[in-house]
């Protein structure tokens, strides 16, 4: 079945449906028919009602989300007061999520096109289709993984090397960084959809998002252990009362704009982590009765995951007093040139 190697949305529909096959294949491990056919009466005797989700709702999370995002790339683009490193790379995690948005209304709308018959499911065109939304996406995933990775860094020079920190984080600097980060990306989504199967994928996407989410982790909680340090040390070298404010100022500032980060990587994680343990349990048990449970709520774990790209433009609007106003005057046409 061509379809069930598909990293999509209907794939991994299609997916959950072939794990009840009595066929031998290469994930059941060489059993026979028979006790396929056996596993499969099993999990369809325990088979818990797989939970539908609208596709109303889909469009609605993939419709706004897109618009969100758009306005975050546009409010910094044409803001220079937010022409600086930290939100170049909130702009391009906004762009990716504008990516998957998109990707994510389309894939839903030509799913609506092949159930009522003005698609073929598997025809030539819609396979090539297929190959590019599942492209886009995985470049949508490690390009929010690297961007929050970036934003990390750029944080902990910013509190620790303040000082140096625009001798390091220069324009030149972040538009190289931000060059690497969305070449990379589209070459690698695009030989990992087009040269591997369906399990190979799964198990380096479930790899890359493991080392990924422990080594920023460990870069934020680093980060902070040394902010409480530095705190100290800041109260106890600040002597007179106008520097200690100033100081001050600059530290929650700085302190701010982390933990700002620091939620929208919780949100991301938050939105993404049943996803890939539903990837888990397609490689790990397949046929396991109480894993098929977990694997009915698979439509309510794409609504979380494309609510991670409907979340983090309200995060921004919330923390940032600067975008906030931006988003203001770009909904109220002030002082924008070509809202006149």
């Not at 929650?252 to 991301?268: A, E, H, N, Q, Y």
Request: include cysteine.
């Amino acid at each position: 079945d061509d379809a069930s190697s598909k990293f999509s949305y209907q794939a991994l529909r299609e997916t959950r449906q072939d794990s009840r096959r009595p066929t031998i294949t290469p994930q059941h491990g060489g059993k026979t028919t028979n006790q396929l056919t056996m596993n499969a009466t099993t999990a369809n005797q325990s088979d818990c009602l797989e939970v539908k989700v609208p596709v109303s709702l889909f469009f609605i999370i993939g419709v706004v989300s897109l618009a969100e995002n758009m306005l975050v790339v546009v409010a910094v683009i044409r803001n220079r007061n937010l022409h600086s490193p930290m939100y170049c790379f909130i702009c391009s995690l906004a762009a990716f999520n504008t990516i998957a948005s998109l990707t994510k209304t389309w894939e839903n709308l030509m799913i609506v096109f092949a159930n009522v018959g003005q698609l073929e499911k598997k025809g030539f065109s819609e396979k090539n289709l297929d190959d590019v939304m599942d492209s886009l996406l995985c470049m949508s995933f490690m390009g929010s993984i690297f961007s929050f990775l970036a934003i990390a860094v750029d944080r902990y020079i910013t509190i620790f090397h303040a000082l140096r920190y625009h001798n390091i984080m220069t324009m030149q600097r972040t538009k190289a960084v931000l060059g690497v980060i969305w070449i990379s990306c589209g070459v690698s989504a695009v030989l990992m959809v087009r040269f591997f199967d369906s399990k190979l994928i799964m198990i380096c996407f479930v790899v890359f998002f493991v080392v990924s989410l422990a080594i920023i982790c460990f870069l934020y909680i680093y980060m902070f252990m040394l902010a409480r340090i530095h705190a100290r040390k800041i109260a106890a070298l600040s002597t007179s009362g106008r520097g200690k404010c100033r100081r001050q100022r600059w530290w929650g500032s700085s302190m701010r704009g982390s933990l700002t980060l620091t939620i929208l990587f919780g949100v991301f994680v938050v939105c993404w982590t049943p996803f890939f343990l539903h990837l888990i349990i397609i490689m790990v048990c397949p046929m396991n009765p109480y894993c098929e449970c977990y694997r009915s709520l698979f439509q309510l774990h794409v609504v979380l995951l494309m609510s991670h790209a409907l979340i983090d433009p309200a995060i921004y609007a919330f923390r940032s007093a600067e975008l906030r106003h931006t988003f203001r005057k770009m909904l109220l046409c002030s002082d924008w040139n070509w809202c006149s």
